[in-house]
């Protein structure tokens, strides 16, 4: 086991964003978290990268309690992620953001680096081929010196997924990364991230609010409402759950 | 690389000349006079004030955290430089209301030392700022930089036994010549840019960019944020020693809030993430300072006289602010620098432009 969250609860004043939340992940997997607008899916990933401390319960990742550590520390133990709303650094050159995720791993000091000694040079270039290795792979690696605020929508999509593998995460958290494309994009997109999983050896974590979308890569489909999960099981079993239907296109009321 | 280093060198062994040349050392030596000393100590301002500029552009341009804190490091630089290199005569004559306290008394260092103890100390001062400080974000942290920056300067007001109060300090040796300004200002763009082009540099654009993804990336953002603050005010503590000893007089006044305008406007003016744009609107901005002194004296046309109005000066660079904010907010820089192969584009366009004026075709 990965991820294993005991009885997570998220509140914000008088709201509970997320309650009671019991998930736990297996080495290698790609599960689906899904669930309509507000259901509390982006709470979930704030909680788990450090962004909020829950209000109860643990999250423990490979067996270590992580509840409540800061988000670069979260990240230095192996999970990354990626945001709904691109954060990219935009106005630095696409191999520029992907360096800033090898940034915690240097071990040259700030003096090395001011006085560009042997030591610092030599790591430089050993960071700067890891990341055109990374790019390469996202087929990133003819606009590596673009500012990638310029890159196309896609593009900065894959850019952005590319930037959280290189902190060489064990666990990949991605929030909606097929929003705002066509059903073409979005397949192609599922395509890529189900051979990112294999090639990296990650088990992934994966919002989307379109369920077609996630319905064919993940092995196992988590459905939130209210910050309540209301049905897990394969996708087949949870399309057919008569609860994530009412809560994606309303119960009819009988009068 | 080995061909950037020989161009690199010629460069610096003719600006070398040129300064050896303007600061008069050539005199003894071929007989060639130096330069007037008003122009010298303009070009001693710019160099200073480039140094401020840079300085200050690290924390505000670079890692996009809103410091207003320069003057109270600047005030630290300026008092420790000055009080290291009196002599003990000086100090006695300064020092008639309330006697200096003993060990600083005695104590003379040599011009060098005295400026890194002054950048130390004030580096020293932004740890001791920054640690609560640099937990706010955006305009709280401009306010509580600001605070701490009068703090700093009501301290030194009131510790008579220390800094002579509200009578400032008066008869520091002037030891700085143009090798000392030039020479601290190059040392301050070499290691700002080489911190930039570093990876310490890109964590800190990152932080710039976007709080949120860079700590998702694995950047510690208060280690960094505090790196950026600890390098910035190390180099303002400089640029004060430096101006204590161009100055030879100082007092807690001239360390007011203003100064960190003057400096924040050259960093606005020449673009905020721009060390070649620091520089540059630092040599502008000084220069003009001079340059504008006429409008403040009075003037006789004839029959006509235009009587002259003391602070107009600083009218001018607030309107010059005001237009710069709104018709060129990105400076004269943006966040790019200044390359061979950036003057030659813009030439290009500019000859373009001409050509496209005068009616013939292109």
């Not at chain 1, 064919?216 to 239907?245: A, C, K, M, N, Y």
């Not at chain 2, 907010?329 to 005068?358: I, N």
Request: aromatic share 8%; net charge positive; glycine share 10%.
């Amino acid at each position: 086991m990965i991820l294993d969250i005991r009885g997570m609860k998220m509140q914000f004043g008088g709201l509970v964003a997320v309650d009671n939340l019991n998930l736990s992940l297996e080495q290698g997997e790609l599960v689906g978290l899904i669930g309509p607008n507000g259901a509390g899916k982006t709470t979930v990933f704030n909680v788990i990268t450090g962004v909020y401390a829950p209000t109860q319960g643990t999250i423990t990742l490979e067996g270590r309690d992580i509840t409540g550590m800061r988000p670069d520390l979260i990240t230095r133990l192996g999970v990354a992620r990626t945001f709904q709303n691109i954060r990219l650094f935009s106005r630095m050159s696409v191999i520029e953001n992907i360096l800033v995720s090898l940034h915690w791993r240097l071990g040259s000091s700030v003096f090395d680096a001011i006085f560009q000694n042997r030591k610092y040079r030599s790591e430089e270039a050993s960071m700067r081929s890891r990341a055109m290795d990374l790019l390469a792979r996202v087929n990133l690696d003819s606009v590596a010196d673009l500012p990638a605020g310029s890159l196309p929508y896609g593009s900065q999509r894959r850019l952005e997924i590319c930037r959280a593998l290189a902190t060489e995460p064990r666990l990949l958290l991605l929030d909606e990364p097929a929003a705002g494309m066509n059903p073409a994009e979005s397949i192609e997109l599922m395509k890529f991230i189900g051979r990112i999983r294999d090639e990296f050896g990650l088990t992934i974590l994966l919002i989307e609010h379109q369920m077609r979308v996630v319905m064919g890569i993940s092995e196992r489909i988590v459905v939130l409402d209210h910050g309540i999960v209301i049905s897990q099981g394969t996708p087949r079993e949870v399309s057919r759950d008569p609860r994530v239907i009412a809560a994606y296109l309303g119960v009819e009321q009988h009068a | 690389m080995s061909r950037f280093l020989k161009r690199d060198l010629v460069i610096l062994v003719l600006a070398a000349v040129v300064i050896a040349w303007a600061n008069g050392d050539l005199e003894g030596l071929l007989g060639i006079p130096g330069w007037q000393s008003y122009g010298v100590r303009i070009i001693n301002m710019c160099a200073i004030n480039a140094i401020l500029a840079l300085s200050l552009n690290l924390v505000n341009g670079f890692t996009g955290q809103f410091s207003l804190g320069h003057a109270g490091f600047m005030a630290l630089g300026a008092y420790t430089t000055a009080l290291l290199t009196m002599d003990m005569a000086a100090k006695d004559r300064v020092f008639f209301m309330t006697p200096l306290v003993e060990p600083l008394r005695n104590l003379t260092l040599p011009f060098l030392p005295s400026l890194i103890l002054a950048g130390l100390i004030a580096g020293l001062f932004s740890l001791v700022v920054g640690i609560p400080a640099l937990r706010l974000r955006g305009d709280y942290l401009g306010i509580a930089t600001l605070g701490f920056a009068e703090i700093i300067r009501l301290i030194i007001q009131n510790v008579r036994k220390v800094t002579n109060g509200a009578l400032g300090l008066k008869g520091i040796p002037q030891v700085v010549n143009l090798w000392w300004t030039l020479g601290s200002a190059f040392i301050c763009y070499l290691m700002l840019r080489n911190l930039i082009n570093s990876s310490y540099g890109r964590a800190l654009k990152s932080i710039r960019e976007n709080e949120t993804a860079a700590q998702a990336m694995g950047i510690d953002l208060f280690k960094h944020k505090l790196l950026s603050f600890f390098i910035s005010s190390f180099w303002a503590g400089v640029g004060g020693g430096l101006l204590a000893s161009l100055l030879t007089t100082i007092d807690p006044v001239q360390f007011k809030f203003h100064l960190t305008f003057q400096v924040l406007l050259m960093v606005v003016l020449g673009g905020m993430g721009s060390l070649s744009g620091s520089i540059i609107a630092a040599g502008i901005v000084t220069y003009l300072m001079e340059f504008l002194r006429i409008v403040e004296e009075t003037h006789y046309w004839g029959s006509i006289t235009i009587p002259g109005i003391p602070g107009l000066r600083m009218v001018i660079f607030s309107l010059a602010l005001v237009l710069v904010v709104v018709w060129y907010p990105k400076g004269l820089m943006g966040d790019s620098e200044l390359t061979a192969q950036g003057v030659k584009a813009f030439l290009g366009r500019f000859r373009k432009t001409l050509r496209l004026k005068g009616g013939r075709p292109v």
